[in-house]
């Protein structure tokens, strides 16, 4: 036996095992952001051409779940970082880590990048919708009763089948059936496509879904603009008062001194102006005037477009009745 082998807590470590540790542990306090990815129908090939796209970036790792939970929980109790226990415990299934430190988002992209069409396969399980798109399929008119056993809606043009509409065939989670997948390989259609995909991401112990990583700064900027709108108007509705609600309460409140002065002798500076444009409402509406007429060029100009576009009335036109009407 080897004398690298080691042997903790009653589990024997042969030389692979005892590399593989160390080398999942380096990774563990090297990095501080890990994507969980499901590895399902993913080739040796395929792996090796995702490595060598994340090199720089990441690295990817996959172990046995039950090794690779004993190991990080082993280093959570180590170093005293629990965080990693929810590391741990995301390790199911047919699972593999992409350790980084670089942003989230591109490392997801990259990896979707390298994903790899495939056949559908008889039994398999669908793993989205597909669909067989309308057009002509460049078949022999032979092959129609083919499309109307699967109900295909189909029609002879130019010596060969067309498909009239689009066909749901197989819906996510269903098995593909035989006649499904012969038609799809007769229509050279590879509905599938395989690679690592994230199903969970663990960031210096927190654990989130990988549909954040799609959030934007304007998506941000909404649901921070509406908390505020919900805010005020429970303060403005309750009398509680709150910071969102201010700026209405001091316009509210600007409102009636502006009506107090107007109906009063009390004025300030502020309603002067309120109380000139009730007096001289002419002189404001010479004021507004000159803008008014800047803009009445560019009107003008977008009618005429508007007019040239127009198509001409043909000689003989019966003022838009129709005979057949």
């Known amino acids: 036996m080897s004398g690298t082998a080691v042997e903790e807590n009653g589990r024997h470590y042969g030389d692979r095992k005892v590399a593989f540790r160390k080398q999942l542990e380096d990774l563990i306090d090297t990095y501080s952001k890990v994507l969980v990815v499901r590895a399902d129908n993913v080739g040796s090939n395929q792996m090796h051409q995702i490595r060598r796209a994340l090199r720089g970036k990441a690295t990817v790792i996959m ?93 002879i043009n130019k010596g060969s089948i067309e498909i009239l509409s689009d066909v749901n065939l197989i819906k996510t989670g269903d098995k593909c059936g035989a006649s499904e997948v012969a038609l799809l390989q007769k229509l050279a259609i590879n509905p599938f496509s395989y690679g690592l995909s994230v199903s969970h991401i663990w960031d210096n112990g927190s654990v989130y879904a990988p549909s954040a990583l799609d959030i934007t700064e304007e998506d941000v900027r909404e649901t921070i603009q509406e908390a505020i709108t919900a805010i005020a108007a429970f303060s403005l509705q309750t009398g509680f008062l709150t910071a969102p609600a201010v700026p209405h309460l001091v316009a509210s409140a600007f409102k009636n001194c502006v009506a107090v002065s107007i109906g009063t002798e009390y004025s300030f500076p502020q309603a002067e102006k309120v109380k000139e444009a009730l007096k001289n409402p002419a002189r404001f509406a010479v004021a507004a005037a000159p803008a008014a007429a800047a803009a009445a060029p560019a009107a003008a100009a977008s009618k005429a477009a508007a007019k040239e576009k127009e198509p001409e009335e043909e000689e003989g036109e019966d003022m838009g009745f129709s005979l057949f009407d």
């Open 63 to 155: 172990g046995k779940n039950t090794l690779v939970r004993y190991i990080i929980t082993a280093r959570a109790k180590s170093s005293g970082n629990t965080k990693l226990n929810a590391l741990a415990a995301l390790c199911r299934y047919n699972v593999g880590l992409v350790f980084t430190n670089d942003n989230l988002k591109s490392v997801r992209d990259t990896l979707l990048a390298n994903r790899v069409e495939a056949p559908a396969r008889v039994g398999a399980i669908a793993p989205c919708d597909v669909i067989v798109p309308a057009g002509p399929t460049g078949l022999e008119p032979t092959m129609t009763s083919f499309f109307q056993a699967l109900s295909v809606p189909t029609k």
